[in-house]
């Protein structure tokens, strides 16, 4: 175990909903991170909350490993064959080539690989709805529905007409929030005759940290953004956003962040004075879901994709922003989500190109 992150670690409960025990159900659901951690208060949490939960609710034991780079993924995969899993959730497109290898080497064992289409390649680009690996259930998310009512709100709420992202590396699973920000941006602008200018992202190339580490890079690439103008901020990539929380408080200007996959505003009380909103990723139900079809062998391997219609996607609320929104943008953003739903208004993205 010396080459892994660090060893499985067990958790349960006696108590189930169901009345089973661990005895009675011979199911041992697994899950390993990537790089970001289990308390990355976002998409390695959710997802570690989501199977938590399943198995609290099956009266079974879980097993965890977390990974500190990306040399972990293999040999904590491995780790988790030893020791016997039956459902294994991988969290993040990084694990996707680990993810197949694995998988196609164990097809008796149920993958649940989270953000990336196991289809064509291994940045999660290519999605025809079959994964290249049998026994692998994608859960994807089509974040840019989300963002780009996150993008039409910052556009109404700037103040300098500018707003920005920048996010940790350009892969798909990253880009498609910063595609749905800069649409719902424009399309405000569009609709409402105001001129809003969004940086850091022309829909091909933009900002980014070159990885998912809260570090000086990621402040840096923050007031990169600051310094011309910018005052709505979203930074894409777990972590990287506390550099952006750095920047906002070094620049003492007044500027709002959105947060990324969960509510930044109940996960890090920090954040509680400047994010706006959040677009979410509902990743702890739909991993849930997928641990509780396992352990009563009612597994289905079709992707899942998360949108607006099955609630996968949304915003949260705007939480200490209430009063200082415009008070109709709560209702137009509905109104933007009904067309977005119903396809009167295109956002488009990998999952929808």
């Not at 909350?49 to 490993?65: C, F, N, S």
């Not at 008796?108 to 289809?119: G, N, Q």
């Not at 780009?148 to 798909?172: E, I, N, R, S, W």
């Given at each position: 175990?010396?080459?892994?992150?660090?060893?499985?670690?067990?958790?349960?409960?006696?108590?189930s909903?169901?009345?089973a025990?661990?005895a009675a159900?011979?199911?041992?659901?697994?899950?390993?991170?990537?790089?970001?951690?289990?308390?990355?208060?976002?998409?390695?949490?959710?997802?570690?909350e989501?199977v938590?939960?399943?198995?609290?609710?099956?009266?079974?034991?879980?097993?965890?490993?977390?990974?500190?780079?990306?040399?972990?993924?293999?040999?904590n995969?491995e780790s988790?064959?030893?020791?016997?899993?039956?459902?294994?959730?991988?969290?993040g497109?990084?694990l996707?080539a680990?993810t197949?290898?694995?998988?196609?080497?164990?097809p008796d064992i149920?993958?649940?690989l989270?953000?990336?289409?196991?289809?064509g390649?291994?940045?999660g680009q290519?999605?025809?709805?079959q994964?290249?690996?049998?026994?692998?259930?994608?859960?994807?998310?089509?974040?840019?529905?989300?963002?780009?009512?996150?993008g039409?709100?910052?556009?109404?709420?700037?103040?300098t007409?500018?707003?920005?992202?920048?996010?940790?590396?350009?892969f798909?699973?990253v880009?498609?929030?910063?595609?749905?920000?800069?649409?719902?941006?424009?399309?405000?602008?569009?609709?409402?005759?105001?001129?809003?200018?969004?940086?850091?992202?022309?829909?091909?190339?933009?900002?980014?940290?070159g990885?998912?580490?809260?570090?000086?890079?990621a402040t840096?690439t923050?007031?990169q953004l600051?310094?011309?103008?910018?005052?709505?901020?979203?930074?894409?990539?777990?972590?990287?956003?506390?550099?952006?929380?750095t920047a906002?408080?070094?620049?003492?200007?007044?500027?709002?962040?959105?947060?990324?996959?969960?509510d930044?505003?109940?996960?890090d009380?920090?954040?509680?004075?400047?994010?706006l909103?959040?677009?979410l990723?509902?990743?702890k139900v739909?991993?849930?879901?997928?641990?509780?079809?396992?352990?009563?062998?009612?597994f289905?391997?079709?992707?899942?994709?998360?949108t607006?219609?099955?609630?996968?996607?949304?915003?949260?609320?705007f939480?200490n922003?209430?009063?200082?929104?415009?008070p109709?943008?709560a209702?137009?953003?509905?109104?933007?989500?009904a067309?977005?739903?119903?396809?009167?208004?295109?956002?488009?993205?990998?999952?929808n190109?």
């Amino acid at each position: 175990m010396t080459a892994c992150g660090s060893e499985p670690e067990e958790n349960g409960s006696d108590d189930s909903s169901s009345g089973a025990t661990a005895a009675a159900l011979d199911f041992l659901p697994c899950i390993v991170s990537d790089a970001g951690g289990f308390d990355d208060k976002s998409f390695n949490q959710l997802s570690y909350e989501g199977v938590k939960q399943a198995a609290d609710e099956l009266g079974v034991e879980m097993k965890d490993v977390e990974s500190n780079s990306e040399n972990d993924y293999g040999p904590n995969l491995e780790s988790l064959v030893a020791e016997g899993c039956d459902a294994i959730v991988t969290v993040g497109f990084a694990l996707a080539a680990a993810t197949k290898e694995s998988a196609a080497a164990n097809p008796d064992i149920e993958y649940v690989l989270i953000d990336d289409a196991a289809d064509g390649g291994d940045d999660g680009q290519t999605f025809d709805g079959q994964p290249d690996v049998a026994n692998i259930k994608p859960l994807l998310y089509d974040t840019a529905q989300a963002a780009f009512l996150a993008g039409y709100a910052a556009a109404d709420y700037t103040k300098t007409g500018v707003v920005g992202t920048y996010g940790g590396q350009p892969f798909p699973t990253v880009t498609i929030f910063m595609d749905g920000f800069k649409q719902g941006a424009e399309y405000y602008a569009q609709e409402k005759g105001k001129d809003v200018k969004v940086v850091g992202w022309d829909g091909k190339d933009g900002l980014f940290t070159g990885g998912f580490e809260a570090n000086e890079t990621a402040t840096n690439t923050a007031r990169q953004l600051l310094d011309q103008d910018v005052d709505v901020i979203l930074p894409v990539g777990g972590p990287i956003y506390q550099g952006a929380l750095t920047a906002i408080d070094d620049s003492g200007k007044d500027v709002a962040m959105l947060g990324v996959d969960a509510d930044f505003f109940e996960t890090d009380p920090n954040t509680q004075d400047v994010v706006l909103t959040s677009i979410l990723k509902n990743m702890k139900v739909s991993t849930y879901e997928a641990i509780m079809a396992a352990g009563n062998d009612e597994f289905d391997f079709t992707p899942y994709v998360g949108t607006l219609e099955n609630d996968g996607v949304g915003i949260a609320p705007f939480h200490n922003f209430e009063d200082k929104v415009n008070p109709d943008l709560a209702a137009e953003l509905e109104e933007i989500k009904a067309g977005i739903i119903d396809g009167s208004i295109k956002v488009t993205s990998y999952l929808n190109p």
